[in-house]
């Protein structure tokens, strides 16, 4: 449609203005059919947005070491918790899956959505989200060459959950690139309500396991 071609045209004017490293972070999306044929899409009426309603969302971006990179979505509103909370509990996340993080800065790299806030939103505002937000996770994996992705994310879920899949999928390998994603609750979330701990635990076990076997 003409909206998603001024969205795409926006996305490269803007990366190449900033540079590298800005246009690594708005740079043009992958197609959807570089993801598995079971890939990412929302499948729950309910998870659709209204036509009135705009998807908007905001993601840091972590590379903690050669293995791992972490994408942690924060709310829109104001957080009764502070970054440096959700840093810590991060850190704490990480070491009892057996990361080592203690080299990371946590500088984060930032992907919002709507990334040109001047266009009406498209027509499909999920499809055309869910192909900006992966590219933006190839593009991260092809730089760092990370095998394994942490989401914590509250509206993102449903732009990443495979479409034959009958409940949420926590983790799955995107297998024409070679690396996994792991999905769970965001850390501001976790941070408000704790009893989410223990699921979260829950969905982290296949990487935990995973990294297990990588460093044995």
């Known amino acids: 449609s003409l909206i998603i071609a001024q969205l795409m045209a926006r996305i490269t004017v803007e990366a190449t203005a900033a540079g590298p490293e800005k246009a690594a972070e708005t740079m ?17 009426p309910a998870e659709e947005l209204s036509a009135e309603e705009e998807l908007r969302f905001s993601l840091q971006y972590f590379k903690i070491n050669d293995q ?7 709310p829109h509103v104001t957080s009764n918790h502070s970054g440096a909370e959700a840093i810590k509990l991060l850190k704490a996340i990480l070491l009892a899956v057996g990361v080592d993080s203690s080299s990371c800065q946590f ?8 990334i040109a806030a001047d266009l ?28 394994n992705l942490i989401l914590f994310c509250a509206q993102i879920e449903s732009l990443l959950q495979p479409s034959n899949s009958a409940s949420a999928a926590h983790d799955f390998e995107i297998t024409q690139h070679g690396f ?26 296949l990487l935990k396991s995973r990294l297990e076997s990588d460093n044995s």
């Open 180 to 205: 996994h994603i792991t999905v769970t609750r965001s850390l501001q979330a976790i941070l408000s309500v704790p009893s989410l701990k223990r699921g979260v635990w829950q969905d982290l076990q």
């Open 68 to 74: 791992i990179a972490v994408i942690n979505e924060i």
């Open 107 to 114: 500088e984060a790299g930032q992907f919002n959505w709507p």
């Open 28 to 44: 043009p999306v992958v197609e959807a059919s570089r993801v598995p044929d079971n890939a990412m899409t929302p499948t729950s």
């Open 120 to 147: 009406p939103p498209p027509d499909d505002q999920q499809l055309v989200a869910r192909k900006a937000l992966l590219g933006y996770i190839r593009k991260r994996q092809e730089e760092d060459k990370f095998t």
